[in-house]
């Protein structure tokens, strides 16, 4: 971890540091998974699935990170939620 963040030009990064850091990163994504969608109506909705290789529990596992965009009442594009998976049929 220590490499990470000093290739960020962050030096001396405690493990509460790092646990704080989590602890806030946590509440975002959860805010982000539970927002509510009233930018729509959404004219505009696309589902994909980006497969890689990531490093699970050790080992090298094949996953999918589904992504859910619309285009808005505005006409922008919005990121309307996104999963990772190790398949692509997720429930």
Aim: overall charge negative.
């Amino acid at each position: 971890m220590n490499d990470l963040v000093a290739s960020l030009g962050i030096d001396n990064l405690s493990k509460s540091q790092v646990s704080d850091m989590t602890k806030e990163l946590d509440m975002m994504v959860a805010d982000f998974r539970t927002r509510p969608l009233d930018s729509g109506p959404y004219f505009y909705l696309s589902c994909d699935a980006l497969t890689m290789k990531v490093r699970e529990g050790g080992r090298v596992v094949t996953t999918s990170v589904l992504v859910a965009t619309g285009v808005n009442n505005d006409g922008y594009r919005e990121l309307l939620g996104m999963q990772v998976a190790t398949s692509e049929s997720v429930e």
